[in-house]
């Protein structure tokens, strides 16, 4: 893999469940990683929803090979937050494949 290619900085995250000093629930999302990567859309569409009209769109996020990456995860970069589909590494385990889905404001804080 090229490093020029890598040219985005993302951080990848990871939702946990803890509990807080009181013993209360705890449920957010924790970074595992910042890496370098390449964005590139693959598709995008629009459709209504609960009388909403919401846009969905489908990224490739290449990044080089790290163990552990699962599909229970998401990337962020530059305050959009991608959900993890895929995770697609390549046979000699240098770089890995995310395909992602675009969450919209409202999904990614809820």
Sequence with gaps: MRAGALRHQVTLQRFVRGQDAYGGP???????????????????????????????????????YMPGVAADMRVV???????????????????????CKELSHEQASA
């Excluded at 046979?91 to 890995?96: D, F, K, L, V």
């Design 26 to 64: 705890v449920e957010e999302w924790v970074d595992v990683a910042t890496v370098w990567a390449s964005l590139e859309a693959m598709n995008g569409r629009e459709f209504f929803a609960s009388q909403q009209t919401q846009s969905e769109v489908t990224q490739r996020i290449r990044i080089r």
């Design 77 to 99: 970069h530059q305050g959009t937050v991608f959900n993890i589909v895929a995770p697609l590494p390549d046979n000699r385990q240098r770089e890995i494949v995310l395909m």
